[in-house]
């Protein structure tokens, strides 16, 4: 199995403009999971799904925000428009339900000029 | 949910065991202590997690005291390449409004020295 994949791997982009991020889940899993990480906060969860369904969202930071999963094999998570304080290594994660061992892709490092 | 506290960093020589240490003394009946550990630039890894026994696996051992309020995570023989931020968690299996929601605090950085 190939692991959580993301992409891209890195992405530069002026304040203001769309950005989208990608992860694909091991197959399998049903659960998904979106997290931030930065060197002030750390690493935060802000949304996870279960089944392709929405379960959390209690820490995505604010309507610019967003997050889907349209199939078990594919989610994205969108940010318009971008700021510079959202500038952090987005990272994706899955798990069989029901079980917390997680495993985790190598991330996106999102910067907002 | 409950929490944990970690010291902030910690070394080990190559081939010794390192033992890191967590306290979690507000832990509930059914939350199971994990450990993970994020290496540079990478994204964290689950290493092992246990409810009230003391588990082992090919990477670590876990030693959780008998009133659960601390655990021990054991890298029998460190090496180089277990330099990382290992992270304590404390969450609930069964449901309810923790599962699944892996809270990452500071961690310890292991540092790991010829």
């Known amino acids: 199995d190939a692991g959580v994949i993301q992409s891209p791997r890195h992405e530069v982009t002026e304040m203001g403009q769309e950005v989208t991020l990608r992860c694909k889940p091991i197959s399998g899993h049903n659960s998904l999971f979106w997290y931030r990480q930065t060197m002030m906060r750390g690493l935060e969860l802000l949304i996870y799904f279960n089944n392709n369904v929405p379960i959390d969202d209690s820490g995505m930071p604010e309507d610019r925000f967003s997050a889907k999963m349209p199939n078990a094999s594919f989610s994205t998570l969108k940010i318009q428009p971008s700021e510079p304080r959202d500038s952090a290594v987005y990272f994706c994660?899955?798990?069989?339900?029901?079980?917390?061992?997680?495993?985790f892709g190598p991330g996106t490092r999102l910067t907002v000029l | 949910d409950a929490k944990t506290t970690q010291p902030p960093s910690m070394d080990c020589a190559e081939g010794r065991a390192a033992n890191l240490p967590c306290n979690h003394s507000?832990?509930?009946?059914?939350?199971?202590v994990y450990w993970y550990r994020q290496i540079h630039s990478q994204g964290p890894q689950y290493i092992i997690h246990?409810?009230?026994n003391n588990e082992t696996n090919e990477m670590a051992s876990l030693i959780i005291t008998e009133d659960r309020k601390s655990s021990t995570l054991i890298l029998p023989h460190a090496t180089l390449r277990d330099t990382a931020v290992y992270y304590c968690?404390?969450?609930?299996?069964?449901?309810?409004?923790?599962?699944?929601?892996?809270?990452f605090g500071q961690g310890t950085i292991l540092t790991v020295h010829p």
């Open positions: 507000t832990i509930s009946g059914n939350e199971y």
């Open positions: 246990g409810l009230k």
């Open positions: 968690i404390v969450v609930s299996n069964a449901g309810g409004t923790s599962y699944g929601k892996l809270t």
């Open positions: 994660a899955s798990s069989l339900a029901r079980n917390n061992e997680q495993f």
